[in-house]
């Protein structure tokens, strides 16, 4: 993508969205770790983790900011490229760090044995880093074919992790209690759904989309998708475990 082909609008309507998500990240992170006395202890690990992933966040839009603003020059209304590159890896450090751990909070949420815990977090964790990685290399190439090789082996583990939370936590899911079994199949469904712009984002400067307004699209709408991945599923999650702490005093008063 060329970023010499950005008019002053476009820079300004990408800047705007990249402020608009720290300050999105940086709010939820306060909210989830202040809403952590709202839930049981069991259900604590599982929201530390949730404010952790928008913090991370939070830090990588801020430095995304900085490159941004430091890789253009805006003067009397024209805007050059001041030769310090924008910085995209920030983007893919923060999701290599990020992606696994929603999962895990999800996981951890649910509530499920130990060693089904260990076992979800890692193979689902593992698939996730490795689909991250795998993008990263076509992100930054300048070739349209490379870029779309690595869309294809990106998206292998992330079918994987799709029809494990379609099916394998199908099981895991039915033995939930029944006042939050459809938020954690909501939450699932939100993860599908969310991560499904990460790919179709990644391919806006192959199907026609040039310039300034592909550089646009990616940009835009990677934030879009970070802020609903993250900070609106950390809602949900904050959801499943407020009542599901709910009903476990109230069940404990019943028998007390």
Known sequence: MDLSTLSV???????????????????????FWLSRSQVAPAYRLAITITGLVTAIAAYHYFQIMTSWEAAFSVTNGTIETTGYGYNQAYRYVDWLLT?????????????????ETISQSVKLGGAAALMIILGYPGEVSEGGA????????????????????????KASIAKQPENVRGLINGASTLVIVSWLFYPIVFL???????????????????????????????????TIAMRKSEAEAAGETANA
Not at 146 to 169: A, E, K, N, Q
């Open 9 to 31: 609008g476009q820079y300004d309507f990408i800047a705007n969205s990249f402020s608009f998500g720290f300050a999105v990240m940086a709010a939820a992170t306060l909210f």
């Open 204 to 238: 806006f400067p192959l199907i026609g989309l040039t310039g300034g307004a592909a550089v646009t699209a990616v940009e835009v709408g990677y934030t879009i998708a970070d802020i609903t991945a993250k900070a609106v599923f950390g809602v949900v999650i904050l």
């Open 99 to 115: 992606v696994p751990l929603l999962l895990v909070e999800l996981i951890l949420v649910m509530r499920l044995s130990r060693s």
């Open 146 to 169: 490379v870029r779309f090789l690595f869309w294809v082996l990106s998206m292998i583990p992330f079918v994987y992790i799709v029809y494990t939370l379609v099916t394998g936590l």
